[in-house]
């Protein structure tokens, strides 16, 4: 089995930066990608953004060119850079990981989550 452990997170006014980071611990060797997912206030969830063990990284479209994801594949972590946060980013990041990658609500693996809430 493998734990994933969350940190990061919290409050922030618009237009300000936040790190999410995740430790991965037990079987870790399975592991191919990690990355983020969110559900926002309203219950819709959002693949953030995964990395893969060979470097493939993919964003949603709402958050390119302001977030920015990096993975550790020989440590298995992953962090998430969150620059430029809007309101709209206020949501609860799930840390993330699988076997192969990460589609669009479906991991192998899942932290418990952390409160991102942006203020206007």
């Known amino acids: 089995q493998v734990q994933l452990v969350e940190s990061g997170g919290g409050s922030v006014q618009a237009g300000g930066s936040l790190r999410l980071s995740c430790v991965a611990s037990?079987?870790?060797?399975?592991?191919?990608?990690m990355g983020w997912y969110r559900q926002f206030p309203d219950n819709r969830r959002e693949l953030v953004a995964a990395e893969t063990s060979s470097g493939s990284i993919n964003y949603a479209d709402s958050v390119k060119g302001r977030f920015t994801i990096s993975m550790d594949t020989a440590k298995k972590t992953v962090a998430l850079q969150m620059n430029s946060l809007k309101p709209s980013d206020t949501a609860v990041y799930y840390c993330?990981?699988?076997?192969?990658?990460?589609?669009?609500?479906?991991?192998?693996?899942w932290g418990r989550g952390t409160q991102v809430t942006v203020s206007s």
């Open positions: 037990g079987s870790t060797r399975s592991i191919n990608a």
């Open positions: 993330a990981a699988d076997r192969i990658r990460l589609e669009a609500w479906a991991s192998d693996y």
